[in-house]
């Protein structure tokens, strides 16, 4: 069964701190993204990456950085965790194998206090 | 005005009862159309996805697209308790990267 796996489900950082969010898939997928979802106002991409090194800024990018290099990894580091960015993050991978439909994984719960 | 509209719901539907979701876009460049399937505390599914206009069906879930009116419609048959979940519609360009979601439906089906 293919799968993205997001490292964590759960998670608690403090203000301030330096967060790492880690995506791993394994169906060799050009694609990956990062996404967060709010209530009211759904999924809202931050970055995504199109191949190995390469990245491209989302719609919601301030505040974030991420990092590709390997194909089937892509992690999203918040460089100063703030109150504002407690969400739902949810990591996804596509190809044009697959009609560029979304594998997304099970989402980390990030909680900033 | 946001590219893809989407009702928020929640909609609440006997067992049996044939549900139908709905977006509107405003973007004429979209040519792929997808429903994904989200499930409390879970990632979204890809339940469907169309390429430009028309209908496609599989099993009890029928996708229409009318790219003259731009309006998708996602229809369930036969619904059930198990379908009670966030439906999203989404959206993207030929050659695009970026894919547009909806804010998505939330559907309740009581047994």
């Known amino acids: 069964d293919v799968k993205v796996t997001q490292s964590s489900r759960y998670l608690v950082k403090r203000t301030g701190e330096k967060v790492f969010l880690e995506c791993v898939q394994d169906m060799d997928h050009e694609n990956m993204f990062w996404y967060r979802q709010d209530p009211g106002l759904g999924l809202r991409l931050i970055y995504f990456s199109y191949d190995v090194k390469m990245k491209e800024k989302g719609d919601i990018p301030e505040g974030y950085s991420v990092s590709r290099e390997k194909k089937e990894r892509f992690s999203l580091i918040l460089e100063s965790a703030s109150t504002n960015q407690t969400s739902m993050y949810l990591c996804?991978?596509?190809?044009?194998?697959?009609?560029?439909?979304?594998?997304f994984g099970s989402g980390t719960r990030l909680t900033v206090v | 005005q946001k590219e893809v509209e989407q009702d928020p719901g929640p909609l609440s539907v006997p067992e049996g009862a044939i549900v139908s979701l709905n977006c509107t876009y405003s973007n004429s460049a979209f040519q792929y159309f997808m429903w994904y399937r989200q499930y409390s505390r879970k990632g979204p599914e890809l339940l469907m996805y169309?390429?430009?206009?028309g209908n496609k069906e599989d099993g009890r879930f029928t996708a229409q697209v009318d790219k003259s009116s731009k309006y998708i419609s996602l229809f369930i048959r036969d619904s059930q308790p198990s379908d009670s979940a966030t439906y999203l519609c989404a959206m993207r360009e030929t050659g695009g990267f970026k894919t547009i979601f909806g804010a998505g439906t939330r559907l309740f089906v009581k047994a």
């Open positions: 996804a991978s596509s190809s044009p194998m697959t009609g560029y439909g979304y594998t």
């Open positions: 169309t390429y430009s206009s």
